[in-house]
T-cell receptor
Framework: NAGVTQTPKFRVLKTGQSMTLLCAQD?????MYWYRQDPGMGLRLIHY???????AKGEVPDGYNVSRLKKQNFLLGLESAAPSQTSVYFC????????????FGSGTRLTVV | LAKTTQPISMDSYEGQEVNITCSHN???????ITWYQQFPSQGPRFIIQ???TKVTNEVASLFIPADRKSSTLSLPRVSLSDTAVYYC??????????FGKGTRLSVIA
């Protein structure tokens, strides 16, 4: 049982490049989330999904897009990367009742130069 | 969304009990209180969740007074490996949890 798997773990992008971060969960969770964490800060919610085919904006959605075509996968896209998007990105999932809280992935460290 | 307030940092010696208090004055009737632990370079890990009174598991205890405007995470006999950032969050239903900066706990030998 892998839990929540994020790929890639590390990535360096040039300003203006695009990329997609993949999050996969094998726990049959309904809800999935993308957060970013900057040094010394808490996590900030980018986008989330409460079910297959649904997405919603979080606190800091600008510059990002998401898709949830399959229940187990939640993709985060950066259309035109900017240095301000340098951060660690965490994906999480939870069942609808959130009894045992969120399960987080190990993160993707993204640097935009 | 209910906002939480917790100390920025705390220090403790090994073997001591640590209590981290969180204030959530605007907690809604349906909100649960959840605590997470985060080690450097890792994602947060769920510790404990409660609605009222006291909840205990193998890792920690959570004390919630009757008015639910605050909660206290209690870590018994901490060790160096408990050095981490601890987050207090409140929320319910399908509303995503909002993380603050948390409390940085440093355990000293």
């Amino acid at each position: 049982n892998a839990g929540v798997t994020q790929t890639p773990k590390f990535r360096v992008l040039k300003t203006g490049q695009s990329m997609t971060l993949l999050c996969a969960q094998d726990m049959n969770h309904e809800y999935m989330y993308w957060y970013r964490q900057d040094p010394g800060m808490g996590l900030r919610l980018i986008h989330y999904s409460v079910g297959e085919g649904t997405t919603a904006k979080g606190e800091v959605p600008d510059g990002y897009n998401v898709s949830r075509l399959k229940k187990q996968n939640f993709l985060l896209g950066l259309e035109s990367a900017a240095p301000s998007q340098t951060s660690v990105y965490f994906c999480a999932s939870s069942p609808a009742d959130r009894v045992d809280g969120y399960t987080f992935g190990s993160g993707t460290r993204l640097t935009v130069v | 969304l209910a906002k939480t307030t917790q100390p920025i940092s705390m220090d403790s010696y090994e073997g001591q009990e640590v209590n981290i208090t969180c204030s959530h004055n605007n907690i809604a009737t349906n909100d649960y209180i959840t605590w997470y632990q985060q080690f450097p370079s890792q994602g947060p890990r769920f510790i404990i969740q409660g609605y009222k009174t006291k909840v205990t598991n193998e890792v920690a205890s959570l004390f919630i007074p009757a008015d639910r405007k605050s909660s206290t995470l209690s870590l018994p006999r901490v060790s160096l490996s408990d050095t981490a950032v601890y987050y207090c969050l409140v929320g319910a239903g399908n509303t995503p949890l909002v993380f603050g900066k948390g409390t940085r706990l440093s355990v000293i030998a």
